[in-house]
């Protein structure tokens, strides 16, 4: 699982999920703002973008880093 939480562009992050996915790997572009307090304490608004049914399956995890999480 591969979660790249970084500032990158879509055609990055497409460039990094192909490969993962023929690696069977899950890739999820989740970019965040919040700034490093929001990460200090968990409440960072996280943008998934991926569908709904692979943003269920790391929600657990982005939920303890962030409050808000918009798919």
Known sequence: MIMDMSTTDAETAIDLAIPADELGLLFDDCPTSGEP???DNGTLTIMVGDNIQ??????????????EIFT
């Open 54 to 67: 692979k943003c269920e399956k790391i929600r657990s995890i982005l939920e303890v880093l962030g409050e």
């Open 37 to 39: 307090a929001g990460a």
